[in-house]
């Protein structure tokens, strides 16, 4: 049997950190004079109750937690955390259902940023403030996570970012702890700088903070119906894919910056991937939408970076609809979807360092056809990857292929349509927000899905956030067993 108390103990220590967070969109309903407020004020009583009762009633002397006792904390948590977020929008007066508040939440914690709320124009301060703090603490949840929880748990190839038990001249700090405590503190900087420059640039200060808060966790989350592009301004919307650039790359390369070693982003052969991808993208949809229509090139330029960057980091703002600018563009910003951000970063999708690690391995093949008694070496980083990183790596994308293909089959079964059933279960599985279609496009939302569809992409987004294996590993006999 697992020993639970640990992980109810850590999971209470979390719920504590939650209600308190509900404190700020409480004040921002109180500050303007809705009665939501009292919403938020409950749901951070009964939140915070139920935190403390886990924390005394399972206090235990646990040095270190076992690899069992790790993969059922690092699924809990989502789930535990996204029922009690999920409590203010059922409770609101939003007139949501207990499926659309799970969904809103899950979204949120994920960072996902699809969303069933219609009307966010005319939506209360407080559950505005309310879904970018969600996601602000889903980015950095997911950060220490992929620092000091995904390695350890050799996820889909996640053991090449081991921190202590690599020994290797970049390590940054001594202990594991150190390192989450440096991100977190970057994490909130970058937030800050982010909010003064969009406020800077013509947003109010309440705008500014939430969308701060969701570019740099790459959430998508917007205070407006038409997400970026209902404020109309080029130098926001620059702003802004800087700051999804940002949240998507390693932030532990952030803390090795910071201390010194000026170099060490451009050195990372992911960081340079990722770049060249993401702008490379960007200037082929550019070049397209400004031959094919009217638009000046430099705000064909902004346009195309804006919506493909923000599809391609999983944050999900969108300044215009991308599909009437022809198939091309659509097809490549589908395929985006699922490149998504650097490993240790607030991104979300398949990550560039496996694309790497499947090009390097097809390279070495390739070679060795040509040269059979030649050894060819995969290598990430001038480092060599270990045969075990390689095989995770294509393990985590067959299985991530597999659950894309069921999830759409299961939607289209449900009666969705082909491209509203293809866009949702990548854009759920990737963590990204809009998706294709009439129904749940980039001018669209989730609301009109049916109940079932909506479970589905929920679980979706949880499976595609923490990486498949850590969820589905639990429904193993042999997991229990052990």
């Known amino acids: 049997m697992i020993d639970l108390r640990p992980i109810l103990f850590v999971l209470g220590i979390l719920l504590v950190t939650l209600a308190v967070a509900m404190v700020a969109p409480a004040l921002a309903d109180a500050m303007s ?84 709320i219609v009307g966010l124009d ?145 050195r990372d052969s992911q960081v340079r991937w990722f770049l060249g991808i993401a702008l490379g993208s960007a200037f082929a949809v550019a070049v397209w939408q400004w031959a094919k229509s009217d638009a000046p090139l430099d705000k064909a330029l902004v346009a195309s970076a804006f919506n493909s960057i923000s599809i391609m980091t999983g944050t999900g703002y969108t300044s215009g609809d991308f599909q009437a600018w022809g198939a091309m563009p659509t097809i490549v910003i589908f395929f985006l979807m699922f490149v998504g951000g650097c490993a240790g970063s607030t991104a979300c999708g398949i990550k560039v360092f496996r694309f790497q690690i499947l090009y390097y391995s097809a390279v070495a093949q390739v070679h060795g056809m040509i040269r059979p008694h030649g050894v060819f070496v995969v290598k990430f980083n001038r480092r060599p990857v270990p045969d075990a990183v390689t095989g995770a790596v294509m393990g985590f994308f067959f299985l991530f292929l597999t659950t894309f293909t069921l999830l759409a089959l299961a939607l289209g079964a449900l009666g969705l349509d082909f491209m509203t059933a293809i866009g949702a279960a990548a854009t759920a599985i990737c963590n990204v927000g809009p998706a294709l279609g009439e129904i749940a496009g980039p001018s669209g939302n989730f609301a009109a899905l049916p109940d079932a569809a909506k479970w589905l992409l929920a679980a979706g987004m949880l499976l595609g956030r923490l990486e498949l294996f850590t969820v589905l590993v639990l429904f193993s006999r042999t997991f229990w067993r052990g």
């Open 33 to 116: 004079g809705n009665p939501d407020w009292q919403v938020f004020a409950t749901s951070a009583a009964l939140t915070l109750f139920v935190g403390v009762t886990l924390m005394l009633s399972n206090r235990a002397r646990v040095r270190r937690l076992t690899l069992r006792q790790t993969f059922v904390l690092a699924t809990m948590i989502w789930v535990v955390l996204t029922g009690f977020a999920a409590v203010p929008f059922a409770v609101a007066d939003l007139g949501l259902s207990l499926t659309d508040a799970v969904f809103e939440a899950i979204s949120g914690v994920t960072t996902t940023g699809s969303t069933v």
């Open 122 to 266: 005319r939506a209360p301060d407080g559950i505005l403030l309310w879904r970018a703090v969600l996601q602000w603490l889903g980015g950095i949840g997911i950060l220490v996570m992929a620092v000091a929880v995904m390695p350890l748990l050799s996820v889909g190839g996640m053991q090449l970012f081991r921190v202590e038990a690599f020994e290797t001249p970049e390590k940054v700090l001594p202990r594991t702890a150190e390192i989450s405590a440096g991100i977190t503190f970057i994490y909130v900087g970058l937030t800050a700088l982010w909010s003064i420059a969009l406020w800077l640039a013509g947003m109010s200060g309440f705008d500014a903070a939430s969308h701060a808060m969701t570019t740099i966790a790459t959430g998508g989350f917007s205070t407006r119906d038409a997400s970026v592009g209902a404020f109309d301004s080029r130098l926001i919307e620059v702003i802004i894919v800087l700051g999804m650039l940002v949240g998507s790359l390693p932030f532990v390369l952030y803390l090795q910056t910071v201390r010194g070693n000026l170099g060490a982003l451009m």
